[in-house]
C-alpha cells in the first residue's frame, strides 16, 4: 500500500539516523501498493473479478474515505485450500505464494544459505505463516518513540492492537473485541506440546497464557494465541480485505509488480509497475502507502533512491534521499524443527486447530 513514503520524507527528514534505521524495517507491513488517485485514471474490477484482499489499511482507507484506492499486489489470490486449513502451512513452503528467498550463508548456522518464507499472494505472509498472534516487546515499540517517531511507543499503539481484534476472552487492559482479526486463545494444546510446555515449566521457566499482556509476560513458556477462526487460518486478507470488496472505491490488481516509486521534487505522488508485462503508473492525489513488508518496503526505497548514496550510486540509481539505515539492521527469528520419538502413542492434531 502507498501512504508511508510522501509523510517519510515531508515529515521524517532530519530525523536522528536512528529512528530512519528502526522506522525502514519495522514500521511497513505487506507485498501491495494502495493508492488514492482519480477516477479516470482507474481499471474497475468486479467482486468476482477482484477475489479476496488484504490488509486493514486498506479497510480503515476505503470505509473512512471517499477517495478511490488501488491496491496493487504482486502474487495471486488465495485460492489454494492449504492457506485456509491450519494444517496446510507446511505444504505452502517453496509453491506459487511462497516468494521463497535464501538468505545469505549464515555464520551461525554453518554457513548455510536458509530458506525465507515471505508470503506472493493477497494476505501476504499472514497468508503463509503459523498464525501465531504476538505483538512483540513493548520496549521495541518504546525504543521507535525514544528515537524520534512521536506516536509509535506501545501506549500509543495499544488502543489500534485492541481496535483491530477479536479476542475470544473478551475486552481486557492489552485486548480488544468485536474486531475484524479473530485472536484464538481458548483451544486444548496438542498432548506433544503440552509436555513440552510441563517440562519447561518444571525446570523453572514461568508458565505465561498471555505473551502480548504486559512486559514481563512474554518471557516463559506457553501456548501462543492464533489467528484462526471456525477452523480456519484467519490471514489479514479474510479479516480486513474481504469486507471491502464491495465498496465502490476499491480497485484491486494482482500479479502486479512494483518498480519505483514516483516523485515529484522530495513528494510522493505514484508507483510505477509492470502488469501483463507492460510498464504502467498510477498517480496519486492523496497520499500513498508502501507495505511491502519487511524486505520489499525498503528494496522499493532503495529502487527509488532513497538510502544509502553510495551504495545507490554503485547501483546506478539516482539518489534522492541519502538515509543510511534504509535496508539495515533486520531482525529475524530462526525456525528450528524438532525430531522426537514418544514411549507412547502420539495423537494426530484436531483438525483447524492444532499442529504438532
Known sequence: MFKFCERFLHNYVGKPRDAFSEMSMAFLAREALQAAYGRENANHYSPE????????????????SAAQ???LEAGGVDENPNIHDPAGLFALREGEEDWAYSTAPQKYAADRALHWPRGKVLGGSSSLNGMIYVRGHRTDYDNWAYLGNAGWDYESLLP???RSEDFDRGESRYHGQGGPLHVLSQFEPHPVNKAIIAAAVEKGYPHRDDFNADADEIYGVGACHLT?????????ASAFLKPALARPNLTVLTRVLARRLLFDGTRCI???????GDLKQAHATTEVIVSGGTLVSPKLLLL???GPTDQLR???IDVLVDLPGVG???????????????????????PGLQLN
Open 49 to 64: 473479478q477482484l477475489c479476496r484482499n488484504r490488509s486493514r489499511n486498506l479497510n480503515i482507507y476505503t470505509e473512512a
Open 69 to 71: 484506492v488501488l491496491l
Open 160 to 162: 489500534y492492537f485492541k
Open 228 to 236: 484462526i477462526k471456525d477452523g480456519k487460518r484467519h490471514s489479514t
Open 270 to 276: 505514484g508507483v510505477e509497475y509492470t502488469h501483463d
Open 304 to 306: 527509488s533512491g532513497i
Open 314 to 316: 554503485h547501483l546506478g
Open 328 to 350: 539495515q539492521n533486520l531482525h529475524d527469528h530462526t525456525l528450528s524443527p524438532s525430531i522426537y520419538a514418544a514411549k507412547q502413542r502420539v495423537p494426530p492434531p484436531v
